[in-house]
């Protein structure tokens, strides 16, 4: 029994020196926990700078217009027979597409009255040169102080010799109203209004119809002050995109066909004519790009070469947080030679492989120390956010 108790009481000394051996190695390890420093510099992200080269895009609006607008007028007088099907408002005619027609009886008589004269006019010449033949060789019989040119009939000749070219040009213009009585139109056109109808007399210089071209169309687009260095030095020729604002849009490709030569004076911006071939695209299957169309137009402009692409919103009263190599924060001063979209292009100020902080301490300072997260860090980061 004795022996039992002594086991016993052994047994929960050996337990009691465990629990206390352990809870001192426990109170030791917090110790030694509560004494190490901890690391209490801010996490940054960065990225690693390198120059590019940029091509700059420049970008502005504008309304599509035509390249010349007709007002189209008869040039002969009588009554109007007929006109085609798309000789109205909104229709598309072709270039030399008769319009209408005008009564061409009374023309078609002038012609051949012209004809006749013509024909007349060639007679009288014909027999003038045959009687001066013959007066040329009755003259070799005779003395040079009888000879004259009245005697040689040159004054006649002369004066036949004329009115051939008379009845000739009579006649032209003969042909010429004839050819009238068909109203043709002058380019490929797009009908805006006709003030006509079938049976209505129309006189010399009456206006008829309002023709727009569609051959080619305009744009004229403003410059800004901001994009005017950045023009290519020569643009004359060079290719745009141009898009439409609609809902649906169509793109459709033009280029630079002059500038206005001169500033705005209360804008001061540059204007360019950009020029649409085919617009209503008669002649290709491009989509129909129509007068009055609002649109924007982008055009190439100069390349920046070894510039630097920074976010907008790292940059801060042209300033930029990078990180040295003692991975301290440092503020550098930079030169901001061109903004597009949410981007900054930076020309000085940064060297190559320059470490940019891209998520900065609540309250960055000059000589800060920081940690910087590691690649698996910086990726779970990225997709919690």
């Given at each position: 029994?004795?022996?039992?108790?002594?086991?016993?009481?052994?047994?929960?000394?050996?337990?009691?020196?465990?629990?206390?051996?352990?809870?001192?190695?426990?109170?030791?390890?917090?110790d030694?926990?509560?004494?190490?420093?901890?690391?209490?510099?801010?996490?940054?992200?960065?990225?690693?700078?390198?120059?590019?080269?940029?091509?700059?895009?420049?970008?502005?609006?504008?309304?599509?217009?035509?390249l010349?607008t007709?007002?189209?007028?008869?040039?002969?007088?009588?009554e109007?027979?007929?006109?085609?099907?798309?000789?109205?408002a909104?229709?598309?005619?072709?270039?030399?597409?008769?319009?209408?027609s005008?009564?061409?009886?009374?023309?078609?008589?002038?012609v051949?009255?012209?004809?006749?004269q013509?024909?007349?006019?060639?007679?009288?010449?014909?027999?003038?040169?045959?009687?001066?033949?013959?007066a040329?060789?009755?003259?070799?019989?005779l003395?040079?102080?009888?000879?004259?040119?009245?005697?040689?009939?040159?004054p006649?000749?002369?004066?036949?010799q004329?009115?051939?070219?008379?009845?000739?040009?009579?006649?032209r213009?003969?042909?010429?109203n004839?050819a009238?009585?068909?109203?043709?139109?002058?380019?490929?056109?797009?009908?805006?209004?006709?003030?006509?109808?079938?049976?209505?007399?129309?006189?010399?210089?009456?206006?008829?119809?309002?023709?727009?071209?569609?051959?080619?169309?305009?744009?004229?687009?403003?410059?800004?002050?901001?994009?005017?260095?950045?023009?290519?030095?020569?643009?004359?020729?060079?290719?745009?995109?141009?898009t439409?604002?609609?809902?649906?849009s169509?793109q459709?490709?033009?280029?630079?066909?002059?500038?206005?030569?001169v500033?705005?004076?209360?804008?001061?911006?540059?204007?360019?004519?950009?020029q649409?071939?085919?617009?209503?695209s008669?002649?290709?299957?491009?989509?129909?790009?129509?007068?009055?169309?609002?649109?924007?137009?982008?055009l190439?402009?100069?390349?920046?070469?070894?510039?630097?692409?920074?976010?907008?919103?790292?940059?801060?009263?042209?300033?930029?947080?990078l990180?040295?190599d003692?991975?301290?924060?440092?503020?550098?001063?930079?030169?901001?030679?061109?903004?597009?979209?949410?981007?900054?292009?930076?020309?000085?100020?940064?060297?190559?492989?320059?470490?940019?902080?891209?998520?900065?301490?609540?309250y960055?300072?000059?000589?800060m120390?920081?940690k910087?997260?590691?690649p698996?860090?910086?990726?779970?980061?990225?997709?919690?956010?």
């Open positions: 029994m004795k022996s039992t108790v002594l086991k016993t009481i052994a047994f929960l000394g050996i337990l009691a020196l465990a629990v206390g051996v352990s809870m001192g190695i426990q109170a030791t390890a917090e030694e926990a509560e004494k190490a420093p901890k690391d209490v510099r801010p996490t940054v992200s960065v990225e690693t700078l390198v120059p590019v080269n940029h091509d700059i895009e420049i970008n502005s609006f504008g309304e599509v217009k035509p010349e007709t007002v189209l007028a008869a040039q002969v007088s009588g109007v027979l007929s006109w085609n099907p798309q000789f109205v909104g229709g598309v005619v072709k270039r030399g597409e008769v319009l209408m005008i009564e061409a009886d009374a023309y078609e008589a002038a051949l009255q012209a004809e006749a013509v024909s007349l006019a060639q007679a009288t010449l014909t027999e003038e040169l045959a009687r001066q033949k013959v040329q060789r009755e003259a070799r019989n003395a040079d102080s009888q000879v004259s040119d009245l005697y040689l009939r040159k006649q000749v002369l004066s036949a004329a009115q051939l070219k008379s009845a000739e040009a009579s006649l213009i003969a042909e010429r004839l009238k009585t068909q109203v043709r139109a002058p380019y490929d056109a797009l009908v805006m209004s006709r003030e006509i109808g079938s049976g209505q007399y129309v006189s010399a210089g009456m206006r008829v119809a309002s023709l727009s071209n569609i051959e080619s169309a305009e744009i004229i687009v403003p410059i800004a002050g901001f994009d005017r260095p950045f023009l290519l030095d020569n643009m004359q020729g060079n290719e745009t995109v141009i439409t604002k609609d809902q649906a169509i459709r490709s033009g280029f630079i066909a002059r500038d206005l030569g500033l705005d004076e209360a804008t001061r911006m540059l204007h360019l004519v950009i649409v071939n085919d617009p209503y008669l002649d290709s299957d491009a989509p129909s790009l129509k007068f009055g169309s609002y649109v924007q137009v982008n190439k402009g100069k390349q920046l070469r070894n510039v630097y692409k920074v976010p907008q919103s790292l940059v801060n009263n042209r300033k930029i947080w990180l040295d003692e991975d301290r924060l440092q503020s550098h001063s930079v030169e901001v030679i061109r903004e597009e979209g949410s981007y900054f292009y930076i020309s000085s100020g940064i060297q190559a492989d320059s470490r940019l902080v891209k998520e900065l301490p609540e960055p300072q000059n000589g120390q920081v910087v997260k590691t698996d860090q910086a990726l779970i980061s990225y997709y919690r956010n």
